[in-house]
T-cell receptor, first 118, second 114 residues
């Protein structure tokens, strides 16, 4: 069975602090995809990153960086120099590869609520 | 950036009533999805739709639920006889599919069943 665990329910930091959101996943698929989505207070789900299981290279996008480690089944997300606008719920998600189709049936974790205080 | 549009943003209904939630996916996308999020809980997959048929569905998506793409632009989720536990935020999503997968989500419809 596929499962995503985000052990941190809520995190509170002060602006400019770095923060890491943890994500651990379980899957029997050899090919799979990992995602992070942001849900700001307005409620929509905003795509942040997609990573396939064959690409363990870490990625940096501005203040955001992701650390994918297959050995520990983790896909952690770090925000450097956090800002108030980063306050949101962040979801990690997992999708298996389906032959000939879309990997759209995502398994979401329960989310981590990040509060960044000024 | 193109976006997925959902209407209405809020829907209140009485238990046992039928509701239809509407979505306009991004125009050149081929894959469509419904997800739901019960208040304070995780986002859950309901159904995926491709080439005018359901490609996958979860255990949540029972006989009370149906999806339709009635024309070239709309994608609807119907709940035939709503229950209290159907109260949730329902998200529509679409994707171009293929190897370059990225789901675009709408802003959601908050369904309240009284």
């Amino acid at each position: 069975a596929q499962k995503v665990t985000q052990a941190q329910t809520e995190i509170s930091v002060v602006e400019k602090e770095d923060v890491t959101l943890d994500c651990v996943y379980e899957t029997r698929d050899t090919t799979y995809y990992l995602f992070w989505y942001k849900q700001p207070p307005s409620g929509e789900l905003v795509f942040l990153i997609r990573r396939n299981s064959f690409d363990e290279q870490n990625e940096i996008s501005g203040r955001y960086s992701w650390n994918f480690q297959k050995s520990t089944s983790s896909f952690n997300f770090t925000i450097t120099a956090s800002q108030v606008v980063d306050s949101a719920v962040y979801f990690c998600a997992l999708s298996g590869a389906h032959y000939g189709g879309s990997q759209g049936n995502l398994i979401f974790g329960k989310g981590t609520k990040l509060s960044v205080k000024p | 950036e193109p976006e997925v549009t959902q209407t209405p943003s809020h829907q209140v209904t009485q238990m046992g009533q039928e509701v239809i939630l509407r979505c306009v996916p991004i125009s050149n996308h081929l894959y469509f999805y419904w997800y739901r999020q019960i208040l304070g809980q995780k986002v859950e997959f309901l159904v995926s739709f491709y080439n005018n048929e359901i490609s996958e569905k979860s255990e949540i998506f029972d006989d009370q639920f149906s999806v339709e793409r009635p024309d070239g632009s709309n994608f609807t989720l119907k709940i035939r006889s709503t229950k209290l536990e159907d109260s949730a935020m329902y998200f529509c999503a679409s994707s171009a599919g293929g190897g370059n997968e990225k789901l675009f989500f709408g802003s959601g419809t908050q369904l309240s069943v009284l």
